[in-house]
């Protein structure tokens, strides 16, 4: 029988206390979390002279965007206050209400084009825009 069969079979033995210091016991000594998950392991980071580099994590790429109106021109307020009614979809009587106050979100959770779109129309018409 193979060394890994082995361990298998002597795992298979043990009670719930012993499995749970036997993964403390791994933990500690190979620098390791056991309660990663999908099954992959994640390594603590090594200490220096350890010969290896800790790994940058992935960020994740962002999928949904905020456009965030923050100034409206005195000269430019009427276009702007066109586009900011057909972009948040309001009555021409709140669009002044509704920009009294900035910075402010127009649009949220929108895609990056929908987004991009947005931002465009209001920079045009001379408001000063951002994405987040």
Excluded: C, H
Excluded at 49 to 78: M, Q, R
Excluded at 83 to 90: E, F, G, H, L, Y
């Amino acid at each position: 029988m193979s060394n890994v069969n082995e361990i298998i079979e002597k795992l298979k033995s043990l009670t719930l206390l012993e499995a749970s210091e036997l993964v403390s016991q791994i933990e500690e000594t190979f620098g390791v979390d056991a309660s990663a998950s999908a099954g992959a392991v994640m390594m603590a980071p090594m200490q220096a002279g350890g010969g290896a580099a800790e790994a940058a994590p992935k960020e994740e790429e962002k999928t949904l965007f905020d456009v965030i109106l923050e100034e409206i021109p005195a000269d430019k307020k009427v276009a702007i206050y066109k586009v900011v009614r057909s972009i948040a979809n309001i009555a021409v009587n709140q669009v002044k209400e509704f920009t009294s106050s900035l910075p402010k979100a127009l649009a949220e959770s929108v895609s990056k084009e929908d987004a991009e779109a947005a931002k465009q129309q209001l920079e045009e018409a001379g408001a000063k825009v951002r994405i987040a």
